[in-house]
């Protein structure tokens, strides 16, 4: 019900991660990593379906080990999203890998070592179908280039990068992608930029060991968005020191916001004041809980009063305007009959959310299949 202004997004080659396209305007992929021991398979495993039930497109997997690699083997047959493996220094544990299920390769082939590594991995890579990111950080780049720039400056992560891209591209192999990452958002940025002019590769994008919840949704919010607002991204990552779950609900909420991508709840809600009439913050909070599995895009309002709340009401699916003991209900911005017991207000809105997300997917699917 909202509208958004179309972004022009940058062309690029398509690659496949397992089942998901990625670059050459398929949709963007939104990633995470699992940040348990990944011997630890039972963990790995539950951690990888809570991702998928917040609807992570992919997941990456540290192989720091040849033991890694096992219970990788044994991970990959246990759940059905697509799988990165994470790999340094060893290209032996990429190879295994690959052998193993891996649905792609994460490397960054300055710390592989000798071209003749990078050669066998690329040779198995070709040879299975497996495509690989060129992973370059500002905190591992190369030692030449590092002594050349003095420091990991943008034009760094971009000569770093375009040398690689070189090197797999005199190999005959084009089934890869691209990340230029960095911790300050406006080095990453400026890299991206550099970069997304030099080569025809999908990029992926994010800002790189961000921080905290709060401090890394920030950092990434800012970086991400401004490089998707100019066509840049095909495949995202936020990395926060926090529950990998929610790098996927920022994730997919930066797409939101920038209308680009749509999965999902988006919850309108005022920050709260004297005039609200139910706990608008524990509301919230406890419906984004419990809808978390909901994947139809659907706008819901919830205000505590009747300032804001009536116009907010009359622009969503489904919308709430706080009152005295009951609170209106709108649909469709239409003044419904009945109306909400404050007392039981987050059951109530949970029903009513379910029965409008089941009737737009309903219409969604009719719709699909008519065109």
């Given at each position: 019900?909202?509208k958004y202004?179309?972004?022009?997004?940058?062309?690029s080659?398509?690659i496949?991660?397992?089942?998901?396209?990625?670059?050459?305007?398929?949709p963007i992929?939104?990633?995470s990593?699992t940040n348990?021991?990944t011997t630890?398979?039972?963990?790995?495993?539950?951690q990888?379906?809570?991702?998928?039930?917040?609807?992570?497109?992919?997941?990456?997997?540290?192989?720091?080990t040849t033991e890694?690699a096992e219970?990788?083997?044994i991970?990959?047959?246990?759940?059905?999203?697509?799988?990165?493996?994470?790999?340094h220094?060893?290209?032996?544990?990429?190879?295994?890998?690959?052998?193993y299920?891996?649905?792609?390769?994460r490397?960054?082939?300055?710390?592989?070592?000798?071209?003749r590594k990078?050669?066998?991995?690329?040779?198995c890579?070709?040879?299975?179908?497996?495509?690989?990111r060129?992973?370059?950080?500002?905190?591992?780049?190369?030692?030449?280039?590092?002594?050349?720039?003095k420091?990991?400056i943008?034009?760094a992560?971009?000569e770093?990068a375009?040398r690689?891209?070189?090197?797999l591209?005199?190999?005959?192999?084009?089934q890869?992608?691209?990340s230029v990452?960095?911790?300050d958002v406006?080095s990453?940025v400026?890299a991206?930029?550099?970069?997304?002019k030099?080569?025809?590769q999908?990029?992926h994008?994010?800002i790189?060991e961000?921080?905290?919840?709060?401090?890394?949704?920030?950092?990434?919010s800012i970086?991400?968005?401004?490089?998707?607002s100019?066509g840049?991204?095909?495949?995202l990552?936020i990395?926060l020191a926090?529950?990998?779950t929610?790098?996927?609900?920022?994730?997919?909420?930066?797409?939101?916001v920038?209308g680009i991508r749509?999965?999902g709840?988006?919850?309108?809600?005022?920050?709260?004041c004297s005039?609200?009439?139910?706990?608008?913050i524990?509301?919230v909070e406890?419906?984004?809980?419990?809808?978390?599995d909901?994947?139809?895009?659907m706008?819901?309002s919830i205000?505590?009063?009747?300032v804001?709340g009536?116009?907010?009401a009359q622009?969503?699916?489904?919308?709430?305007?706080?009152?005295y003991?009951?609170?209106?209900?709108y649909?469709?911005?239409?003044?419904?009959?009945n109306k909400l017991n404050n007392k039981?207000?987050?059951?109530?809105?949970?029903?009513?959310?379910?029965?409008k997300s089941d009737e737009?997917?309903?219409i969604?699917t009719v719709?699909?299949?008519?065109?």
């Amino acid at each position: 019900m909202n509208k958004y202004k179309t972004i022009n997004r940058r062309k690029s080659d398509r690659i496949y991660v397992g089942n998901i396209p990625i670059g050459n305007n398929a949709p963007i992929s939104v990633q995470s990593m699992t940040n348990t021991r990944t011997t630890d398979i039972i963990n790995t495993i539950n951690q990888i379906n809570q991702l998928k039930k917040v609807g992570v497109d992919i997941v990456r997997i540290s192989i720091p080990t040849t033991e890694a690699a096992e219970a990788f083997k044994i991970i990959k047959n246990k759940v059905n999203v697509p799988l990165i493996a994470d790999i340094h220094f060893d290209y032996r544990l990429a190879i295994k890998s690959i052998e193993y299920g891996a649905d792609c390769l994460r490397i960054n082939p300055g710390n592989i070592g000798k071209k003749r590594k990078i050669n066998e991995i690329v040779s198995c890579a070709k040879h299975n179908n497996i495509p690989i990111r060129i992973g370059i950080n500002s905190g591992s780049l190369e030692n030449d280039i590092l002594k050349k720039y003095k420091s990991p400056i943008p034009e760094a992560l971009v000569e770093s990068a375009i040398r690689n891209v070189e090197y797999l591209d005199s190999l005959n192999f084009n089934q890869f992608k691209v990340s230029v990452k960095a911790s300050d958002v406006f080095s990453a940025v400026k890299a991206n930029k550099i970069l997304a002019k030099k080569i025809t590769q999908p990029i992926h994008i994010g800002i790189t060991e961000s921080g905290s919840l709060r401090n890394g949704t920030v950092k990434s919010s800012i970086g991400i968005a401004s490089l998707l607002s100019d066509g840049i991204g095909d495949t995202l990552r936020i990395s926060l020191a926090a529950d990998p779950t929610e790098e996927v609900k920022v994730g997919y909420d930066i797409l939101k916001v920038l209308g680009i991508r749509f999965r999902g709840i988006n919850f309108i809600a005022c920050p709260t004041c004297s005039r609200q009439e139910f706990n608008v913050i524990k509301v919230v909070e406890e419906l984004e809980k419990k809808l978390e599995d909901i994947e139809t895009s659907m706008n819901v309002s919830i205000i505590g009063c009747v300032v804001n709340g009536i116009g907010e009401a009359q622009m969503a699916h489904l919308g709430v305007t706080g009152g005295y003991k009951t609170s209106g209900l709108y649909q469709d911005g239409i003044r419904q009959k009945n109306k909400l017991n404050n007392k039981n207000i987050i059951e109530e809105l949970e029903m009513h959310i379910r029965k409008k997300s089941d009737e737009l997917k309903k219409i969604r699917t009719v719709n699909e299949n008519d065109i």
